[in-house]
């Protein structure tokens, strides 16, 4: 939807934006707004379980956790700054990319994003939803066969779609709330779990040795976490004036989000993991280690906070679908998705192993996900956050031309880029289920992500013009560019 037909999203229940830009009257979020939707969606069992896999790997408590937190302040660094894109161009983060990418290469950035935070989302609903029907199983007796997950899927799919339908004012409301609700809840369980915890245990190492294995745990546990928001983090920052707040306050705000909010709920998956063995079955383990007046804290979050998170994930989704098919609008797209979302977890339930599923397709996103963040950090840093915001909407309005077309919508040197750090990351990834033939020249360390983003920082550098764009013809309609051609 453009700019100019949306109805004005400061006054709607239901917020009329798409990936449009955003008026400046209706930009007044502020750099603590960010920091609030960081912490307050990741507090959940979606996040929680990245704090598991380390201690599934065989590492102990501090070896994992040493690993979660340098992978996360690496992960940082590379993707906060993605925040003072949309500071700048007032859209979402795959739109803007169109100025490196070009208009319709930045349908790269979409699909990305679309298939990051449908594996996320996927993720957090699978185990929030295993969460609350185990809760419930141990308090009421309830069931926990197949027909209670998926009643219990659908429900929380149903209640996260409905929050992101509403949109980005109601979510930063629900997610403040949860910021210091789910806070409180997984702070109650230290002392619920400590009395079995055991800082020096681990098992067998998955990679046979402890530093290929806790290598394996930065990547897959720690850098993973802000990979995830490579996409994400403008929809928040587009609603966040430039004249009103300084960039610095918007990076510090959104590193300072993601620090929190990763690494609360990933510390605690560690600690508890560690606390009640949970070897292959966090859920399982958690569910059966936790004492009974800790149930309750556990199902509030499973149900709450996964809804808080998934919610914030399908509305990024719906921003995507809607870049990538823009006649679709937002709420449709944020229909479809949940519903592909729910397949997703329903073959994470019943077909999937969700160690190897989990560690495949974060190693596998992390690959494709580095150089597009890393392109387009590039990209910003040569404009200088000057953008032409008319011309990254040229795509969505159904037009043709502008500063950003480049070759028929496409920046050849930044798609190429892309395309090969990615085939790169891939042939070098370590995943339980696939081996890159790289491996043997990185000694069979997995350093993907490195390679990934290395070869198309390159790349990129060297095949690109140090221009911000193409100058193409004036943006005209599509069909009127047609019959000129015709």
Not at 315 to 332: F, H, K
Request: hydrophobic content about 50%.
């Amino acid at each position: 939807m453009s700019q100019q037909n949306a109805p004005s999203a400061g006054h709607a229940l239901v917020e009329q934006h798409g990936v449009d830009t955003i008026p400046e009257a209706e930009r007044t979020s502020s750099p603590r707004d960010v920091l609030s939707i960081l912490v307050g969606s990741n507090l959940a069992f979606g996040v929680v379980v990245f704090g598991w896999l380390p201690v599934s790997f065989g590492l102990s408590f501090w070896a994992a956790a040493g690993s979660v937190l340098i992978g996360t302040v690496l992960g940082i660094a590379l993707t906060a700054p993605l925040a003072l894109v949309s500071l700048r161009t007032a859209t979402n983060l795959s739109t803007s990319s169109g100025a490196f990418f070009g208009v319709r290469g930045r349908l790269i950035g979409s699909v990305v994003g679309l298939l990051l935070s449908l594996g996320y989302t996927a993720l957090a609903l699978w185990v929030g939803g295993d969460v609350v029907v185990g809760a419930l199983n141990r308090m009421l007796g309830l069931p926990t066969g197949g027909a209670a997950c998926v009643v219990t899927y659908a429900a929380l799919a149903g209640l996260s779609a409905t929050a992101a339908v509403f949109g980005y004012r109601l979510l930063l409301k629900l997610e403040r709330i949860l910021m210091w609700a789910m806070g409180g809840l997984l702070l109650a369980g230290l002392p619920a779990f400590a009395p079995h915890f055991d800082a020096g245990a681990h098992g067998d190492y998955l990679l046979g040795g402890f530093w290929p294995t806790w290598l394996l745990s930065v990547v897959a546990a720690g850098l993973s976490g802000p990979i995830a928001f490579i996409t994400l983090l403008g929809d928040y920052t587009r609603y966040v004036s430039p004249v009103r707040h300084s960039g610095r306050r918007v990076l510090w705000s959104t590193a300072g989000g993601l620090f929190l909010g990763l690494l609360i709920p990933q510390l605690f998956g560690t600690f508890t993991a560690v606390a009640t063995g949970a070897g292959d079955d966090y859920v399982g383990g958690l569910i059966a280690g936790a004492p009974v007046w800790f149930l309750l804290p556990l199902l509030l979050n499973g149900l709450l906070g996964s809804a808080g998170n998934t919610g914030l994930m399908l509305y990024s989704m719906g921003l995507d679908l809607d870049a990538v098919l823009p006649r679709a609008g937002r709420r449709q797209a944020t229909n479809v998705v949940a519903a592909v979302v729910v397949a997703l977890v329903f073959l994470g339930h019943f077909v999937w192993s969700a160690q190897d599923a989990v560690t495949s397709f974060v190693l596998v996103l992390t690959a494709i996900g580095t150089p597009w963040a890393v392109i387009t950090l590039i990209g910003h840093r040569r404009c200088r956050g000057d953008y032409d915001r008319s011309s990254l909407q040229v795509y969505n309005r159904g037009t043709r031309g502008g500063v950003y077309w480049y070759r028929s919508g496409w920046n050849v040197p930044a798609t190429t880029a892309w395309a090969v750090g990615s085939a790169v990351g891939l042939l070098g990834i370590d995943t339980p289920v696939y081996r890159g033939p790289l491996l043997a020249a990185t000694g069979g360390i997995d350093v993907s992500f490195l390679l990934a983003g290395g070869v198309a920082a390159l790349l990129y550098v060297g095949l690109s013009r140090r221009t911000r764009g193409l100058a193409g013809p004036e943006p005209v309609p599509a069909a009127a560019e047609a019959q000129r051609v015709g």
